[in-house]
């Protein structure tokens, strides 16, 4: 064996590595949520943000793109896309015209329906217990990534 054969050999995989896990596992979800999407007519951004719509309805694009960790010149194309599907509305808000609320329409709303029917918790092959402890992990995992990049800067 040569000197790098065994450096190589040392070196840590690809399967070893926290983010790569992450990052297929995010691939596996984006397959499996396909035939969902597809059949609401949805991209996965868009259907987060009805979500996020159905939890608090009425809110700010700010606190919108909050939840969804997305930049408002992310998000903006997304929510224009959706209110042309009749899905959501945005108007200014009457108290501070600088900022937009973002409302869903009665068909957002019905939108509910269709997609909470088709439930992924199965997919995962894990039980209850499990996928709470996995979600609860991840959202930390999460959190101490973002929290880590801020006290960076």
Known sequence: MKPT???????????DFLCFAVYSANLAFGKAYKPILEELGLTYTQYIAIIA??????????SL???????????????????????????RDPADERQVLVSLTKSGRRLREKGLSMDLVKATGLKPDEFQRMQKGIVTL????VRSVEEQE
Do not use: C, H
Request: aromatic fraction near 6%; glycine fraction near 6%.
């Open 53 to 62: 719509l159905w939890e608090e309805d009425n809110q700010t694009v700010g």
């Open 65 to 91: 793109g909050e939840k969804l960790f997305l930049e408002s010149n992310t998000l903006t194309p997304i929510l224009k896309k959706l209110e042309a599907m009749g899905y959501l509305e945005r108007r």
């Open 142 to 145: 999460r959190n101490n990534l």
């Open 5 to 15: 054969d065994t450096a190589a050999s040392d070196a840590p995989k690809l399967s």
